[in-house]
């Protein structure tokens, strides 16, 4: 409202509790000796809701006509105002104590109808009729003075400024008074009464949805909702730990490891349809609990139902091929790597591969703690494929891979024959200073000797070559070998400050070194096998020379390791493969375990022989040399006394070269054997069908 017409608003507006209202307007606005003010109305601008008050300062001609408060009548006011406080108090104190009351009142009962509830799922649980159990009880007397309708205490005031608002219930306002925009008087409700009759809406409210709440949980018969009501649970069982099926995986699978974890319970149909929600989620979940028992009779309808649900992702399972060319993410740790690998596993085919199986085909055993050979790596013939000649048993003990001094005149005759009739041989003294043959050793033991933990730090992905591993033929064999690998390619330095953070350097020092005397001696053991048969590297493998100074041949530099072993006889180290590679230069540490298939002599085993390496012909020399040179297959075995070490340094061709008969080597007595391929492109096709790889690309 606006100010009286003529007069000077003076404003003054703040927050104020009732007794300021009066004492500061009264006494501090209007000081003692003021001649006459002013105090304008609620219709004078007295807005209740803000607590604010105008004060307008009348023009001294104007006065009369408004009522005139001296210092006397300021005076009265005091003591009127003395008695309203005092009233104030009172009501406050008995509202407070009205609340106390209130508040006991509220938690006994919130108490008792705990306790009940309590009662009744108690009985529920113990299989008593939970109807007949107690009844939700309000105790009467804790109620008694909150009964009836709430009184009221009015307090009328002789002057409108005195109107006041009862305070809010539950507010904190009680020390404070609104000043009602209602003219005429103003009234104190009895808030106790309020605050009682609020309170005992409230506990009927939650005793009303207590008891909605029982008649929910006595509602439908648990028995009903059961789909085995009459299951005992077997003595002692305890409730496996199932890995959860939540509608992504295969459903086959999840069968397969639910029936897995209840071994000994399989002929139990209720305990297997009871514990198969357990092994559920989200959706799974809630799938099971809309299963009825006129659907699921027994554990063969659940399966079938099960399946018949998920059976849309058995048809999307994902190939072998998809699982090994699963790479670790760069943000990922080994472990989310693992899992993630794991979670694609599971959607497979279980005839095809099982998870378990799986994942051993990438993580080494940990040696240190097994003290018999699992099954899962013992060999038998039956392991083989029938027209493996792994089954050959011959080992002509006269035959004896060539030894070949690279020195010698006749070098060039001894290595084509060599290449001829075994795909392999040994060179010596080819330079390699011997201090870097133990050098080398040392540091491979220095690596495998590390705790398996330490080593996976740097697991080798499934499709990836570098990083500690199974051996990469691992998933082409229904059986493990005894065996794990470290994969370099160039620099071991990412790897190495992994698994040494303060002491890689000289491992990552002898690694180089190895790798580049290695190479060099490639290089020139190539150019003789070329030379040998009358062609150069220059001439006619151009991608083998530097293009723009730099080298692109692939070369890949593998560390393996064959632990003792506790039933050598029946382990396999490397089972029988041939090296995608054009030669391998091997390093067998000075102790047996190579062996190289013959023709004829059957599996002859390479004796070592003190700073000499194995040349391998790899399947991309075959070739090139059109079948010349074969590419030998051969295998490593393990034995029980002393754990063997060995290093393969595999020299390939640039990935993007083509890799195809050389012309030299071709004429009508000798067409092209081999279509050509990429380096890339065989290493895919070998990745694919593995010792078929060569005769899938046979014209
Ligand atoms: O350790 C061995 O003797 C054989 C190694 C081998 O053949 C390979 O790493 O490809
Ligand atoms: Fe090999």
């Given at each position: 409202?606006?100010?009286?017409?003529?007069?000077?608003?003076?404003?003054w507006?703040?927050?104020?509790?009732?007794?300021?209202v009066?004492?500061?307007?009264?006494?501090?606005?209007?000081?003692?000796?003021?001649?006459?003010?002013?105090?304008?109305?609620?219709?004078?601008?007295?807005?209740?809701?803000?607590?604010?008050?105008?004060v307008?300062?009348?023009?001294?001609?104007?006065?009369?006509?408004?009522?005139?408060?001296?210092?006397?009548?300021?005076?009265?006011?005091?003591?009127r105002?003395?008695?309203?406080?005092?009233?104030?108090e009172?009501?406050?104190s008995?509202?407070?104590?009205?609340?106390?009351?209130?508040?006991?009142?509220?938690?006994?009962?919130i108490?008792?109808s705990?306790?009940?509830?309590?009662a009744?799922?108690?009985?529920?649980?113990?299989?008593?009729?939970?109807?007949?159990?107690?009844?939700?009880v309000i105790?009467?007397?804790?109620?008694?003075?909150?009964e009836?309708?709430p009184d009221?205490?009015?307090?009328?005031?002789?002057?409108s400024i005195?109107?006041?608002?009862?305070?809010?219930?539950?507010?904190?306002?009680?020390?404070?008074?609104?000043?009602?925009?209602?003219?005429?008087?103003y009234?104190?409700?009895?808030?106790?009464?309020k605050?009682?009759?609020?309170?005992?809406?409230?506990?009927?409210?939650?005793?009303?949805?207590?008891?909605?709440?029982?008649?929910?949980?006595?509602?439908?018969?648990a028995?009903?909702?059961s789909?085995?009501?009459?299951?005992?649970?077997?003595?002692?069982?305890?409730?496996?730990?199932?890995?959860k099926?939540?509608?992504?995986?295969?459903?086959?699978?999840?069968?397969?490891?639910?029936?897995?974890?209840?071994?000994?319970?399989?002929?139990?149909?209720?305990?297997?349809?009871?514990?198969?929600?357990?092994?559920?989620?989200?959706?799974?979940?809630?799938?099971?609990?809309?299963?009825?028992?006129d659907k699921?009779?027994?554990?063969?309808?659940?399966?079938k139902?099960?399946i018949?649900?998920?059976?849309?992702?058995?048809?999307?399972e994902?190939?072998?091929?998809?699982?090994?060319?699963?790479?670790?993410?760069?943000?990922e740790?080994?472990?989310?790597?693992?899992q993630?690998w794991?979670?694609?596993?599971?959607?497979?085919?279980?005839?095809?591969?099982?998870?378990?199986?799986?994942?051993?085909?990438?993580?080494?055993?940990?040696?240190?703690?097994?003290?018999?050979?699992?099954?899962?790596?013992?060999?038998?013939?039956?392991?083989?494929?029938?027209?493996?000649?792994c089954?050959?048993?011959i080992?002509?003990?006269?035959?004896?891979?060539?030894?070949?001094?690279i020195?010698?005149?006749?070098?060039?005759?001894?290595?084509?024959?060599?290449?001829e009739?075994?795909?392999a041989?040994?060179?010596?003294n080819?330079?390699?200073?011997?201090?870097?043959?133990?050098?080398?050793?040392?540091?491979?033991?220095?690596l495998?000797?590390?705790p398996?933990?330490?080593?996976?730090?740097?697991?080798?992905?499934?499709?990836?070559?570098?990083?500690?591993?199974?051996a990469?033929?691992?998933?082409?064999?229904?059986k493990?070998?005894?065996?794990?690998?470290?994969?370099i390619?160039?620099?071991?330095?990412?790897?190495?400050?992994?698994?040494?953070?303060?002491?890689?350097?000289?491992?990552?020092?002898?690694m180089?070194?190895?790798?580049?005397?290695?190479?060099?001696?490639?290089?020139?053991?190539v150019?003789?096998?070329?030379?040998?048969?009358?062609?150069?590297?220059?001439?006619?493998?151009?991608?083998?020379?530097?293009?723009?100074?730099?080298?692109?041949?692939q070369?890949?530099?593998?560390l393996?390791?064959?632990?003792?072993?506790?039933?050598?006889?029946?382990?396999?180290?490397?089972?029988?493969?041939t090296?995608?590679?054009l030669?391998?230069?091997?390093?067998?540490?000075?102790?047996?375990?190579?062996?190289?298939y013959?023709?004829?002599?059957g599996?002859?085993?390479?004796e070592?022989?003190?700073?000499?390496?194995?040349?391998?012909?790899?399947?991309?020399?075959?070739?090139?040399?059109?079948?010349?040179?074969?590419?030998?297959?051969?295998?490593a075995?393990?034995?029980?006394?002393?754990?063997?070490?060995?290093?393969?340094?595999?020299?390939g061709?640039?990935?993007?070269?083509?890799?195809?008969?050389?012309?030299?080597?071709?004429?009508?007595?000798?067409?092209?054997?081999?279509?050509?391929?990429?380096g890339?492109?065989?290493?895919?096709?070998?990745?694919?069908?593995?010792?078929?790889?060569?005769?899938?690309?046979?014209?």
């Open positions: 409202m606006s100010p009286k017409p003529g007069l000077r608003p003076f404003k507006e703040r927050e104020l509790t009732f007794r300021e009066f004492t500061s307007v009264l006494r501090e606005v209007y000081p003692p000796g003021s001649k006459s003010l002013v105090l304008a109305g609620p219709e004078d601008g007295l807005d209740s809701k803000r607590i604010s008050i105008t307008i300062l009348g023009h001294p001609g104007l006065l009369n006509q408004y009522m005139l408060l001296t210092r006397n009548k300021a005076g009265e006011m005091d003591d105002l003395a008695n309203i406080e005092k009233a104030f009172d009501i406050k008995d509202i407070e104590k009205k609340m106390e009351r209130a508040q006991q009142s509220t938690q006994d009962y108490a008792q705990q306790a009940d509830f309590l009744k799922v108690a009985e529920m649980l113990t299989g008593n009729d939970p109807k007949k159990g107690k009844r939700l105790d009467p007397s804790a109620l008694q003075k909150t009836g309708p009221k205490t009015h307090l009328v005031a002789s002057s005195e109107k006041q608002q009862s305070p809010q219930f539950g507010s904190s306002s009680f020390q404070k008074f609104d000043i009602q925009n209602n003219p005429g008087e009234t104190v409700a009895n808030e106790a009464s605050v009682e009759t609020e309170m005992y809406k409230r506990l009927e409210d939650l005793d009303h949805r207590l008891e909605e709440k029982f008649k929910a949980a006595e509602g439908p018969d028995r009903e909702l789909l085995v009501p009459n299951l005992v649970l077997p003595m002692k069982f305890k409730m496996p730990e199932f890995e099926f939540d509608g992504t995986s295969s459903p086959a699978v999840h069968l397969t490891m639910f029936c897995r974890r209840m071994t000994g319970h399989v002929d139990n149909d209720e305990l297997l349809i009871h514990c198969f929600q357990d092994s559920l989620k989200g959706s799974a979940a809630r799938w099971y609990n809309q299963l009825t028992r699921i009779r027994s554990w063969k309808d659940l399966a139902a099960f018949e649900q998920y059976k849309h992702i058995t048809d999307i994902p190939d072998r091929i998809t699982l090994q060319n699963m790479e670790m993410k760069p943000n740790s080994f472990r989310q790597y693992v993630r794991r979670d694609v596993a599971a959607q497979m085919n279980p005839t095809m591969e099982t998870q378990t199986q799986a994942f051993n085909h990438l993580l080494p055993l940990d040696f240190d703690n097994v003290s018999t050979l699992p099954d899962s790596y013992a060999w038998s013939t039956t392991t083989l494929p029938s027209d493996d000649p089954h050959c048993t080992n002509d003990r006269k035959a004896s891979l060539p030894v070949i001094d020195g010698e005149p006749s070098v060039y005759d001894l290595v084509r024959h060599a290449c009739k075994w795909g041989f040994q060179v010596i080819h330079g390699v200073p011997t201090s870097l043959f133990h050098k080398t050793e040392f540091q491979t033991r220095r495998f000797a590390l398996t933990e330490q080593k996976l730090l740097v697991a080798r992905p499934p499709s990836g070559v570098i990083g500690y591993g199974t990469r033929i691992s998933p082409f064999y229904p493990l070998m005894w065996t794990e690998g470290f994969g390619m160039g620099s071991p330095m990412e790897l190495a400050r992994k698994i040494w953070p303060q002491d890689h350097a000289k491992f990552c020092e002898v180089e070194q190895w790798q580049a005397e290695m190479k060099t001696l490639c290089d020139k053991i150019r003789i096998m070329l030379g040998s048969l009358g062609l150069t590297h220059e001439n006619d493998m151009k991608w083998f020379e530097p293009k723009n100074g730099s080298d692109q041949t070369c890949v530099f593998q393996n390791s064959y632990p003792v072993c506790p039933d050598p006889d029946r382990a396999m180290g490397l089972a029988p493969h090296d995608t590679s030669i391998t230069l091997l390093n067998q540490c000075n102790i047996n375990g190579l062996q190289v013959q023709e004829g002599a599996w002859v085993t390479v070592s022989v003190e700073g000499a390496l194995v040349v391998n012909v790899g399947d991309f020399m075959q070739i090139v040399s059109n079948g010349k040179f074969k590419s030998v297959l051969h295998r075995v393990v034995n029980n006394t002393c754990h063997r070490v060995s290093t393969a340094f595999f020299l061709p640039p990935s993007d070269a083509e890799v195809s008969p050389l012309r030299k080597l071709i004429d009508s007595a000798h067409p092209p054997l081999y279509q050509p391929v990429t890339d492109g065989y290493v895919q096709i070998k990745y694919k069908v593995f010792n078929k790889a060569l005769e899938s690309i046979r014209f």
